[in-house]
């Protein structure tokens, strides 16, 4: 199962045998937006996926006690940590192998390095998709042909493959945080 949320506000949805099914969905600007989305599936697949933003918010209580907390939100203002979350369920009888998702780093946001979770190799695209790898194996290469070593505020697109089949019933997670421009 590979899902990717493309730049153009696309889902791409393929589950093994290779099916590959394009579903049009909401805009990045409602995803940046907003709490979270089922993304819709086919009788075929039997892995459904959810994709939901939250926004980390601080508190301090009279003692002085700081508490954190990830809410959904309507506005989001710069400085803020936006966190995107995956979920994915196996609905299905049987484990499901190669479970992938990719999503994409809108740009009003910039990817906060080191916040990357799940149990699930990642590698990092700073060419819209094109490539993907370790961030220290990746290059940026300028219109004069000059290159420099790729920064995580290039990051544009992770891509997660879990570690593991996703068992019958069970849910995987995987999330970025990244900070409002």
């Not at 609905?91 to 809108?106: R, W, Y």
């Not at 300028?142 to 996703?166: E, F, T, V, Y």
Request: proline letters at 7%; hydrophobic letters at 45%; charged letters at 15%.
């Amino acid at each position: 199962m590979r899902l990717s949320l493309l730049s153009s506000s696309l889902y791409s949805v393929t589950a093994s045998p290779r099916r590959s099914r394009a579903i049009a969905f909401f805009s990045l600007t409602v995803v940046f937006l907003s709490g979270s989305a089922t993304v819709p599936t086919f009788a075929a697949d039997t892995v459904t996926t959810q994709l939901s933003a939250t926004k980390r918010v601080q508190t301090k209580d009279k003692q002085g006690h700081i508490t954190v907390s990830f809410v959904p939100f309507n506005k989001a203002l710069p400085g803020d940590d936006v966190v995107y979350t995956v979920t994915c369920h196996n609905q299905g009888d049987a484990p499901a192998a190669d479970v992938a998702i990719t999503l994409p780093i809108p740009a009003e946001l910039t990817f906060i390095p080191g916040s990357v979770e799940g149990n699930a190799e990642v590698a990092y695209s700073v060419d819209g998709g094109k490539t993907f790898g370790l961030l220290d194996n990746l290059v940026i290469t300028a219109p004069d042909g000059a290159s420099r070593p790729a920064r995580a505020d290039d990051i544009n697109m992770i891509s997660w493959k879990l570690r593991a089949p996703l068992a019958p019933a069970a849910d995987a997670q995987v999330s970025f945080h990244a900070s409002v421009k």
